[in-house]
């Protein structure tokens, strides 16, 4: 999943071409843009309302913040084991699953309906 972020300033109306960024590096980009409003001085509530996340999630990141400073907001490794297959061939493999959809609703003499999923066997 790619999303648009333009973190520059809100005069600016971001007219420039951004690049996407992935769910990780928006959260980055969240907790960095968190962290230039500590320096600056801002409330925590200022900052969580800019960000757009929960006030426990700005508090959270303060702690750090104090604690390690601008590395403590940087993105960690994921924990666990390295995923098996590579971004582009998980999409391919992604984009030939079968899709499960609702094809119909049937009726019986029960005066029950079910909704028959489409691409099941049977």
Not at 16 to 33: G, I, N
Not at 60 to 77: F, I, S, V
Request: hydrophobic share 35%; with cysteine; charged share 30%.
């Amino acid at each position: 999943m790619r999303i648009w972020l333009c973190l520059q300033s809100e005069s600016d109306a971001c007219a420039a071409a951004v690049s996407p960024l992935t769910r990780p590096q928006l959260a980055e980009a969240r907790r960095m843009r968190a962290g230039e409003m500590f320096e600056r001085g801002c409330t925590q509530p200022e900052v969580a309302r800019a960000v757009g996340v929960c006030l426990e999630s700005v508090r959270r990141w303060k702690r750090g913040w104090e604690q390690d400073g601008t590395p403590a907001l940087r993105r960690r490794p994921a924990a666990g084991q390295p995923p098996k297959l590579e971004d582009a061939q998980a999409a391919e493999r992604w984009s030939r699953a079968p899709r499960r959809t609702v094809s119909r609703r049937t009726c019986g003499p029960w005066n029950g309906c079910a909704w028959r999923l489409s691409g099941l066997p049977g």
